[in-house]
């Protein structure tokens, strides 16, 4: 384990260890609301486009997310935040409150939902069916660039078709 000296003397590395505490039993204290599992080491484990209910520390004003491409946050009025996985890999997420100080800091893990998905690999060409319980193409990200582009396809006309819209 790697651990770094905080500039500032043992009363600023006490508020960074208190900050860190705090977000990870914001994370991990409130069971009905954390559906996903969490991962070890305190992170938030979120699948992909999936959705995890979280609760911000109490003066939190500004919630950063280091790369939006892998996860996301919708901040509700009642201290709650929402964080969606879209994205495979790893991001941080900072709490601050309305001076800029730092609340908590935390990492994001966002994987994928194995459960039900049967991944088909030909060769270098990879094709994902979700069995529940009958196999139907279910694009995932890191299929062939040709299977996701016609699933793709296919969904989005099915969509247009089911709301009227003209499919494109």
Not at 49 to 74: M, Q, S, Y
């Amino acid at each position: 384990m790697l651990t770094k000296r905080i500039p500032g003397g043992p009363r600023r590395q006490a508020r960074w260890n208190l900050a860190a505490t705090l977000l990870a039993v914001i994370f991990a204290s409130d069971a009905a609301l954390a559906a996903p599992q969490e991962a070890p080491g305190g992170s938030v484990m979120v699948l992909v486009d999936h959705a995890k209910v979280v609760r911000l520390p109490e003066k939190a004003r500004t919630v950063i997310v280091g790369n939006p491409a892998i996860a996301d946050v919708t901040v509700q009025r009642n201290g709650v935040m929402v964080v969606t996985g879209k994205s495979f890999g790893v991001t941080n997420l900072i709490a601050l409150d309305s001076s800029g100080t730092l609340l908590a800091e935390s990492l994001v893990r966002v994987g994928a939902a194995s459960d039900a998905v049967l991944t088909v690999q030909r060769g270098m060409e990879r094709e994902s069916y979700s069995c529940t319980p009958v196999c139907q193409p279910s694009m995932q990200l890191g299929d062939a660039q040709k299977y996701f582009g016609e699933a793709g396809t296919q969904a989005k006309s099915r969509n247009a078709l089911a709301t009227g819209a003209d499919a494109k």
